[in-house]
């Protein structure tokens, strides 16, 4: 037990950091964000402890981590770009709208196929394993909210500094 307890807090802070990581350094190299997205996948199947049975349910959801992980990468460069366009006075604010429209579509699009990725394997799970799942995710969400604030202070705080 004490074992089992050792490994699932090894691994939430290991996912956990990672998130933390990559909302507070936003420019990862493709092979960084590769690297964080393997992470987290060997992270997950490793905290879910999958028995041979339900390991047939496992790669469409890692294949809908790998895709979403993508998705938010090109919707960040698309991100940077106008906020780029902004920063040099060259920016169209129908332009705007409609990027940000289309990125909430593809943002809901690939949170529905991951939802679905996961569903059949999220059936398959024991009580135990679902807590398990429950408890990563709630440490990782904890230190998502933590990265964004900080990330928020430090643009708040550079603001500052602007005005100065």
């Given at each position: 037990m004490l074992k089992t307890v050792v490994g699932l807090v090894t691994v939430l802070f290991v996912a956990g950091s990672a998130y933390a990581q990559e909302a507070t350094h936003a420019r990862l190299s493709p092979d960084e964000l590769k690297a964080l997205t393997e992470a987290r996948i060997a992270a997950t199947k490793d905290v879910l402890k999958l028995t041979p049975e339900q390991t047939r349910f496992w790669p469409p959801v890692e294949n809908a981590i790998r895709a979403r992980a993508e998705a938010r990468h090109h919707r960040i460069e698309r991100l940077r770009h106008l906020a780029e366009q902004v920063r040099?006075?060259?920016?169209?604010?129908?332009?705007?709208?409609?990027?940000?429209a289309e990125t909430l579509s593809e943002r809901g699009a690939a949170l529905k196929q991951i939802a679905d990725a996961w569903q059949p394997l999220s059936q398959a799970l024991n009580p135990d394993q679902k807590q398990r799942l429950r408890l990563a995710a709630m440490y990782v969400l904890h230190e998502v909210r933590g990265a964004v604030e900080r990330r928020r202070m430090e643009m708040m705080e550079s603001e500052e500094d602007d005005v100065e």
């Amino acid at each position: 037990m004490l074992k089992t307890v050792v490994g699932l807090v090894t691994v939430l802070f290991v996912a956990g950091s990672a998130y933390a990581q990559e909302a507070t350094h936003a420019r990862l190299s493709p092979d960084e964000l590769k690297a964080l997205t393997e992470a987290r996948i060997a992270a997950t199947k490793d905290v879910l402890k999958l028995t041979p049975e339900q390991t047939r349910f496992w790669p469409p959801v890692e294949n809908a981590i790998r895709a979403r992980a993508e998705a938010r990468h090109h919707r960040i460069e698309r991100l940077r770009h106008l906020a780029e366009q902004v920063r040099e006075g060259r920016f169209d604010p129908v332009e705007i709208m409609r990027v940000r429209a289309e990125t909430l579509s593809e943002r809901g699009a690939a949170l529905k196929q991951i939802a679905d990725a996961w569903q059949p394997l999220s059936q398959a799970l024991n009580p135990d394993q679902k807590q398990r799942l429950r408890l990563a995710a709630m440490y990782v969400l904890h230190e998502v909210r933590g990265a964004v604030e900080r990330r928020r202070m430090e643009m708040m705080e550079s603001e500052e500094d602007d005005v100065e």
